[in-house]
């Protein structure tokens, strides 16, 4: 990556960081203006960081999901925006202290991974290839959404069981948004994954006659879709509340990481 290639990617990761800060400082402080504060920061970053994704698309003449800087980068987009859009929406404060560190880290990611963009390789121009790519890129934006709008909700549904308020509870929606939302962004984001991974079986089967190599990033997605499956089943059987939930949705994220980080190998 050369410098001119990079400076709204800095730019933005700039913008991300203090951000992230100010949500993070009402947490604490409980001062709603820092909140404000954050989200104009974190829109500014998202203007730069929309840039930076477009300067990308005009010089390699791709969607940008083909490498690891490229993939972090996008979800990190994709994140923000639905973030955005549900916050427009809903007013959800809370949401912004999962969010907003996990854009930055992605954003993080995709600065220190110092790979070359270049034109995408003959060999992979296919559009079920880049099918594969977009869909599993965005599902996989959808399910994180998921996960911190479904952390929100086991955090309101203790506080109110325990009648007590934690430090979220300004912040939180009320219960029935929080699982709306998260019920929804799973769904979604599991069907477009699903649809994304099965796309890529079929691209895998075309160019080397069989299903896929048992690489990283293939067991990590494939580990990601099963634990995100069974957390689906868990919301549609209303056992969301169990302990077990929280557990499965930080392995999912793991996975996810795994997946993401080994796109690279």
């Known amino acids: 990556m050369t410098l001119a290639a990079t400076d709204t990617l800095y730019v933005a990761l700039a913008f991300y960081a203090l951000g992230t800060i100010a949500a993070l400082g009402s947490l604490f402080t409980k001062v709603k203006r820092l909140q404000h504060y954050g989200l104009l920061m974190m829109i500014a970053g998202f203007v730069a960081h929309t840039g930076w994704i ?27 925006a639905v973030e955005l859009a549900l916050w427009i ?31 995408l390789n003959p060999g992979l121009r296919s559009n079920v290839f880049t099918a594969h790519l977009l869909l599993t890129t965005i599902g996989v934006a959808g399910m994180l959404i998921g996960v911190a709008f479904g952390s929100l909700a086991f955090i309101q549904d203790r506080a109110l069981k325990e009648k007590r308020r934690g430090r979220f509870w300004e912040w939180i929606p009320s219960l029935d948004v929080c699982k709306r939302v998260s019920y929804h962004a799973l769904a979604i984001g599991f069907s477009i994954y699903t649809a994304g991974l099965l796309a890529g079986i079929l691209w895998s089967y075309r160019t080397t006659a069989g299903l896929m190599e048992l690489r990283v990033k293939q067991v990590g997605a494939m580990v990601a879709w099963v634990l995100f499956a069974v957390l689906l089943k868990q919301y549609i059987a209303g056992e969301f509340r169990r302990k077990r939930t929280v557990l499965l949705s930080a392995c999912a994220f793991v996975a996810v990481l795994v997946a993401i980080l080994g796109i690279s190998r």
């Open 89 to 119: 929406r809903y007013r959800v404060y809370a949401a912004s202290f999962f969010v907003y560190p996990l854009v930055l880290l992605l954003l993080t990611i995709s600065a220190v991974a110092g790979e070359q963009f270049a034109p």
């Open 54 to 80: 477009g300067t990308i698309c005009t010089r390699t003449g791709h969607p940008p999901i083909t490498n690891l800087p490229e993939a972090t980068a996008f979800v990190g987009w994709v994140v923000f």
